[in-house]
Every structure is written in C-alpha cells, then in structure tokens.
T-cell receptor
Framework: EAQVTQNPRYLITVTGKKLTVTCSQN?????MSWYRQDPGLGLRQIYY???????DKGDVPEGYKVSRKEKRNFPLILESPSPNQTSLYFC??????????????FGNGTRLTVT | KQEVTQIPAALSVPEGENLVLNCSFT??????LQWFRQDPGKGLTSLLL?????REQTSGRLNASLDKSSGRSTLYIAASQPGDSATYLC?????????????FGKGTKLSVKP
C-alpha cells in the first residue's frame, strides 16, 4: 500500500532531550516536507526537501533539523526540545515538487509533548 | 506575503444538503491550489488539485473552482452525507515565495447531521 509512515504516533519527552521523528514513503516521491499543526495557527511548514541531499527551510525552522540521505526517508530532529515545540507534526510527500502540480500525501501525524 | 482564509470556521448542515466551502487568498500569482480533508486523529487527504490554468476540478460529489483574479476558490459538496463530516483545508503554492511551500488556511469544520 502506498503510504507515508511516521513514527512514533505519540511521544512525551522532557526539555533538552534530543529526539528524532522518522518519516518514510514507499512511493518513490522526490519531494518531502514537515509541517506542524497548532490550534489557532493551522499548519505551518518546518522544512522541505526537493530531492536527496537538497533541503530548505520553511516558515518555522528554528529548533529543528532535517536530513535527506535517502529518497524514501526524511527524519525530523529536535536537538534540544522545548515546551513550545509541543505540537502535532505531519510529514508529507509528493511525486515531484508541489509546483509541478503533484498532490501532497500526508502521514498520520506524531503528537509530541515536551514537558 | 500570501495569506489564506477560510470562512466559515465551522458549518453544520442536515444530511442531503448541497453546500459550499470558501477559500480566499491574497496573492493571485499561484502555481496551484489544493483542497484537503482532515479527519480527527488522522493526517490530511488530498481531495482535489486545481492548476493555475484551470477553472475547476471534479471528483465524484466534489467540485472545486478557482478564480485567480479574485483570489477565491470554492469547494462544492453535493448531497452531503454524515461521512463527509471532517475539517476541510485549502492550500496554495505561490510564485515568488519558496517553491516548496504550501500555505494553508485554518480550515472549515463540517458537521453533517443524519
């Protein structure tokens, strides 16, 4: 089944403890992206990648890192999480960049709580 | 800077009613506009993508229109069903800004009563 898989679905951690949220897609998509969703603020892009080894900042990249060493994987790294990073995170992918009119496919989300 | 607005924030209708959801955007220079559906506890599902050169797209009971000059899009749902209850979001990919960035509206929460 074609899908975007995020792990874990739920994560509770403490301030300053490094964590990684994994994202993998099995559709051979070139474009991948991370969003966070917060009440009242909607969905905001953190980072995106147009292809392997190509990443760029979205609207809210501070406090996050990403890497794209393989086409299928796009992990989101929080080096030193803080409570304001408590949010619902979504990974998404599309066949080509979204400017090429490729629909975006989303994972089921990771709910992160930082205490 | 591109801004996307969806009105109303919430809508409740009886089953069987035809309805329209609205999306407006401030900058008409866009590559495309997408409509998504989000169910509680789930990710987003792409419903329709309208390219900048298109005026509308249809999928089953859904029809989305795009008027770039006025910065508006509508999602028309025919013969609504309780299973249509979800939050609907629109998003635009704009020229000038990051080519990899979709700008989302905050969504319309739809409730279809049996």
């Amino acid at each position: 089944e074609a899908q975007v898989t995020q792990n874990p679905r739920y994560l509770i951690t403490v301030t300053g403890k490094k964590l990684t949220v994994t994202c993998s897609q099995n559709m051979n998509h070139e474009y991948m992206s991370w969003y966070r969703q917060d009440p009242g603020l909607g969905l905001r892009q953190i980072y995106y990648s147009m292809n392997v080894e190509v990443t760029d900042k979205g609207d809210v990249p501070e406090g996050y890192k990403v890497s794209r060493k393989e086409k299928r994987n796009f992990p989101l790294i929080l080096e030193s999480p803080s409570p304001n990073q408590t949010s619902l995170y979504f990974c998404a992918s599309s066949f080509q960049g979204i400017s090429y009119n490729s629909p975006l496919h989303f994972g089921n989300g990771t709910r992160l709580t930082v205490t | 800077k591109q801004e996307v607005t969806q009105i109303p924030a919430a809508l409740s209708v009886p089953e069987g009613e035809n309805l329209v959801l609205n999306c407006s955007f401030t900058d008409s220079a866009i590559y495309n506009l997408q409509w998504f559906r989000q169910d509680p506890g789930k990710g987003l599902t792409s419903l329709l993508l309208i390219q900048s050169s298109q005026r509308e797209q249809t999928s089953g009971r859904l029809n989305a229109s795009l008027d770039k000059s006025s910065g508006r899009s509508t999602l028309y749902i025919a013969a609504s069903q309780p299973g249509d209850s979800a939050t609907y979001l629109c998003a635009v990919n704009a020229y000038g800004g990051s080519q990899g960035n979709l700008i989302f509206g905050k969504g319309t929460k739809l409730s279809v009563k049996p």
